[in-house]
């Protein structure tokens, strides 16, 4: 259909403030949540370290050379307010990492949730005020503003589009999910369905899983994945104009090892795709900026990017995530009420989905994802320390007489 095609690399990077072993014995007497002792599998600490050592920092050196080597090449990256906090404390030199990535002009940040929460399904004012915290947070320690939008775990629906419509973004980011696109393909721009002025990306799923899930498959029917060879897939692909390959940071160090080979995949990828003519690597804006869409996209049921059914209940899918999810959230104007902001952030960060996410319980392949994400031994432990939390915040309100 055309000879103008462009790869979209959009990452997304983000740690969570996990819940400690917190019992009930700590319950109205340590209000401390989150910090375990750095040998404890819990802890924030060393998880970031090695997080950083294996993947961000070894991320960010090679994409800097990228960069400096092939003037063609640009990607997008968004990263959360609850992961820029751990890294300027426990990791400056990642951060200065990404400080310098963004700084080269080519690198461009995307809009999100501060604590990586699902409040857009639960209270739009407490949505909006962490998106603003987010867009703050950007803008102070990376002098960007963003212009396009992505959800928590890509959650999209109409209600989402028309909201970031409104908010003056130009584009937002979801998942390509077949029932959803139906005989389309997602490697066009589209508009919306109730939108005006947005566009709106979704991922290229399989080329994306490729990458991030089946790259080190010795069984995987492709392995091993070489940069040609992916290069010429895409080179066959008529019916396209933008490939959208989103995926997690840790893509690159932590899910697949050194030793695996991705980091010569990824090094090798611009060389081979910008070769022909007509390729190009673009930024999320730019991709929106340079195509028309193709056709207008309904999305009245919320999708994400997890697991098989690719909806809520990798978070909301079982009494453990739809009770206590909605129990945190019932607090919320108390929590505001008490003016504590110590108190306030607390709640916030139990907010980010991931503690939600420990607490799936389904089983086989998707379970067996959930378990390597969990820092808990079973989906119930992830239960019981975020409810003893609840229950202290609860404790804490009641010291401020608005709970009885």
Not at 140 to 156: A, D, K, W
Not at 201 to 226: C, Q, V
Not at 304 to 317: F, H, K, M, P, V
Not at 379 to 398: G, Q, S
Request: charged residues 25%; negative net charge; hydrophobic residues 35%.
């Amino acid at each position: 259909m055309t000879d103008t095609k462009a790869i979209v690399l959009y990452l997304h990077v983000h740690q969570p403030y996990r819940i400690r072993h917190y019992t009930v014995y700590d319950t109205a007497h340590n209000h401390n949540y989150f910090e375990a002792p750095y040998e404890d599998r819990r802890s924030n600490e060393r998880i970031l370290h090695k997080v950083a050592e294996k993947s961000y920092l070894a991320t960010n050196t090679r994409l800097m050379a990228m960069l400096a080597e092939n003037p063609g090449f640009k990607l997008s990256i968004s990263i959360t307010g609850t992961i820029i906090e751990q890294l300027e404390r426990w990791s400056p030199q990642a951060l200065k990492s990404f400080q310098d990535l963004f700084n080269t002009g080519r690198v461009e940040i995307v809009a999100e949730t501060y604590h990586h929460s699902l409040a857009f399904f639960y209270s739009r004012a407490e949505f909006e005020m962490q998106v603003e915290m987010h867009k703050k947070k950007v803008q102070e320690v990376f002098g960007q503003t963003p212009r396009v939008f992505r959800n928590t775990e890509l959650s999209y629906n109409n209600d989402l589009a028309v909201w970031a419509d409104r908010a003056g973004y130009k584009g937002i980011l979801t998942e390509g999910w077949d029932p959803i696109l139906d005989w389309r393909t997602s490697n066009f721009v589209y508009r919306p369905t109730y939108t005006n002025q947005i566009r709106l990306l979704m991922k290229n799923y399989k080329l994306s899983d490729d990458i991030a899930f089946r790259f080190g498959n010795h069984d995987w029917a492709e392995f091993p994945l070489t940069a040609d060879k992916f290069s010429h897939w895409l080179s066959e692909d008529e019916n396209a104009t933008n490939f959208n390959l989103f995926m997690d940071y840790e893509t690159f160090g932590e899910h697949n090892w050194h030793e695996s080979g991705i980091f010569g995949f990824l090094e090798h990828l611009p060389k081979e795709w910008l070769k022909t003519d007509g390729h190009s690597f673009m930024t999320v804006s730019e991709v929106i900026d340079t195509f028309e869409p193709v056709d207008v996209i309904d999305v009245p049921q919320t999708i994400t990017w997890a697991d098989t059914e690719r909806d809520l209940s990798a978070w909301l899918g079982n009494p453990m995530q739809s009770t206590s999810i909605q129990q945190l959230y019932d607090l919320q104007d108390r929590v505001i009420s008490t003016k504590d902001l110590a108190l306030i952030e607390d709640w916030r960060r139990l907010q980010t989905s991931d503690h939600f996410y420990y607490m799936c319980t389904k089983y086989f392949n998707d379970g067996d994802i959930h378990a390597y994400f969990s820092p808990y031994e079973t989906p119930y432990e992830a239960y019981i320390n975020f409810m003893n939390a609840y229950r202290d915040i609860i404790y804490r309100l009641t010291e401020h007489g608005v709970m009885t």
